[in-house]
């Protein structure tokens, strides 16, 4: 056991008020209060720093060069392939029918729809449309020009056709609709003006 008299050196005595590190301390801040200091301290750099790393991104971002570039080539051609027969693969009137072509472009180039609305009856409603929307059975749909092709069931509900000049209404029951790039035929069991 040591004694007061065994100590070599001067003793020194600490008070109640001493601490050996700033973590002891019972009057320090928090470590995130002191954190928040040094950040409002540099903030300058830091947004410098961020500005910095925003106008390299944007810089090099526009400079680059795009990666995903699409084309597409339609083919327009009156008869299918004969396959099974490897004598004559083509028609022999293959590219003869010119007319048939420039109608094919013109319809390809058409700004609005040819539309035909069809009954067991009657034609309900022919005529050319901007847009038409239809009750489709999975939920309504619209259709422009240059619409991918797709045939789809229909629902009773409203259908409704745009011609630029007027909004037509007719209410539609159970059907079919076809689309295509120029043309919506609805054929429905009724057709009635909303």
Known sequence: MLHQNDIVGPVVTLGPNFA????????????????????????KVILAVIAAALVVGLVATLLATPQYRATTRIEISRTQKNITNVDQLEAPDTGRDLEFYQTQYSLLESRSLAVRVVTPRKIAWEGTANSVTAPG????????????????????????IDTGSAKLKFKVGLGFAEAGAAQVTILTESCEEA
């Open 20 to 43: 050996t590190s700033e973590a002891v301390r019972s009057d320090a801040p928090p470590v995130l209060v002191r954190y928040w200091h040094m950040v409002l301290r540099w903030k």
């Open 137 to 160: 059975e999975l939920g309504e749909f619209g259709v422009l020009p240059k619409h991918i092709s797709f045939l789809s069931t229909l629902k009773p509900g409203p259908l409704t």
